[in-house]
């Protein structure tokens, strides 16, 4: 059985995106709470989009660009430029702040996908930290290419940091069929960034837009792509809590999420200067607290 959802449409900062992840029916995938395809949108000349400095407590942030290129600037000092094919996952830990500047048109339209990972409990209140990967696993499968972001996928492992048991692959489908073995324990789910997929045996089509849920114990997933398509494979072991996320954070209480818009609110050295020539950005106030 695959459950297919809507992805809610959201602009964040001018540019349409696509939250596939978390939807109301479906709030994790593994340690997977967030995600974002974004574009693929033109900008207009000498315009860029830029996020200004943000925080983040508790998640892990995975950029993977198919186009256009980014800044990242971080309050551990980190300044790195991003191109499609290289990963930067950024773990909050008990609190960071950054910002992701200078997308522009200058390679075509920007395009990429913005993910997060829940920390898990041992790690969620420990360092933050930064990780810039400019080169990944990439495997020939059988009409396909498939490039491993975080975990493994057969004997390939990325090098990228992994608090829980899960996985991010992204695979380009030739016109085929192709078949991936994976982990029996996780879950998993499938977005699409381009083009339309078929998963065979469930005779499941799926489009950018959608978030395809293939749950747990499949040994192998068989996709087929009459013209070619371009997806991203998520899975892990089901999460260990239910997270409570809102804004930029993600905890496990109402309370925790006060205490950390808090600190953002009055400046506090939790979450540190990024440096950005740019405003930080003010956070809502939480719907729950009424002051
Ligand atoms: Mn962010």
Do not use: K
């Not at 602009?11 to 479906?26: E, S, T």
């Not at 967030?34 to 949108?41: A, I, L, Q, R, S």
């Not at 899960?166 to 991936?180: A, N």
């Not at 997806?231 to 109402?254: C, D, I, K, Q, Y």
């Amino acid at each position: 059985m695959i459950e297919v959802s809507e992805s809610h449409a959201a602009d964040v900062m001018g540019m349409p995106v696509r939250r596939a992840l978390p939807r109301r029916q479906r709030r994790t995938v593994g340690a997977w709470c967030f995600v974002d395809h974004m574009g693929p949108v033109s900008i207009p000349d000498g315009t860029t989009i830029d996020t200004a400095p943000h925080p983040h407590v508790g998640l892990q942030t995975v950029t993977w660009l198919l186009n256009g290129e980014a800044v990242h600037r971080d309050s551990l000092g980190s300044e790195q430029t991003i191109r499609p094919g290289q990963l930067n996952l950024m773990t909050a830990g008990n609190g960071i702040a950054h910002s992701e500047e200078g997308m522009d048109g200058r390679h075509g339209p920007v395009h990429g996908v913005q993910l997060w990972v829940a920390q898990p409990d041992h790690t969620r209140h420990g360092a933050s930290a930064f990780e810039h990967h400019a080169e990944l696993p990439i495997v020939e499968l059988p009409n396909a290419i498939a490039t491993v972001l975080v975990g493994s996928l057969g004997e390939l492992a990325s090098p990228a940091r992994r608090d829980t048991d899960h996985v991010g692959v992204d695979l380009q489908l030739r016109p085929g069929r192709t078949t991936v073995g994976v982990d029996t324990a996780h879950e998993h789910a499938v977005i699409v960034v381009d083009g339309a997929v078929r998963i065979a045996d469930d005779q499941v089509h799926v489009v950018p837009g959608h978030l395809a849920y293939l749950g747990l114990q499949r040994s192998d997933i068989t996709f087929e792509a009459s013209d070619g398509a371009r997806l991203l494979l998520l899975g892990g072991t089901p999460f260990e809590s239910t997270v409570s996320m809102w804004w930029n954070f993600v905890a496990r209480t109402h309370d925790e999420i006060d205490e950390a818009n808090d600190a953002w609110r009055s400046g506090s050295d939790r979450f540190g200067d990024t440096g950005s020539r740019l405003a930080r950005i003010p956070s809502p106030d939480t719907p729950w607290r009424h002051s």
